[in-house]
């Protein structure tokens, strides 16, 4: 009886440690299949260009007076009356904001010495204006009420995200295309997009064929197109 229980207890040994061996050997074969796939990390970039549909200008008003009490109340103003003149045009007051104000003494050099010629008080605005077709016009009308510095005119997108998406689906196509590519140069394929990380937000800015900045433009302006870009990182899964 023991001699029977015995060759049972073996038999039982050699099926278990025959299951067992299966096991490592389709794990094995499992780790070689993941060995022979290759990873791909390629960048890809996408653009979109559209017209703006929003300014901003960077306008100011200089003045300069023998005593800094005058100086600063003759600058408050001519900026009253820049604003009433920006709010003509439907320009709210929240699209209006003060982005400098500076104080400091005139001095010129007059024959190798300083002459003191009084104060100079400086008041910077930023203005948005949400129509671009009248953007000329308020230049000029705020000009008329004692604008004496023109910074910067910029043209944006008031929503830029669809555009941005637009070209985030652009930037994976392009990835895409460079991964196909490199795949068949080692005669593979692409099996699968495994990761994506977005890498950096560009724009909106003007757009290579159209628009124009220039500090200091002058009526009539040319909107051109803005450029708005995105740029991926890709890691993709090749296999033979």
Known sequence: MMHILGKSFKLKVVVSLIFLLSLIISGNLGLASEVEKTICVVQG??????APDMTILNIGVEIV???AELAQRQNAAIMEDVIATLLKFEIKRTE??????YMWQAIEYEEGRQVFKGFRVTHSLE????????????????????????NDVRYYLKNPKHAYNQALLIAVDNARYKADVLAKAQG?????????VELEVYGPYYGAEG?????????PFVPGQLKIEAKVECTFILSE
């Open 211 to 219: 628009g124009a900045r220039e500090e200091f433009l002058m009526t």
């Open 45 to 50: 970039k996408g653009d979109v260009r559209t």
């Open 188 to 196: 593979k394929r692409v099996e699968r997009l495994e990761k994506i």
């Open 127 to 150: 203005v948005y204006v949400m129509d671009v077709t009248s953007a000329g016009k308020v230049l000029d009308a705020v000009v008329k009420a004692g604008v004496n510095i023109i």
């Open 96 to 101: 209006i904001k003060t982005v400098g104000f």
């Open 65 to 67: 007076a023998p005593a």
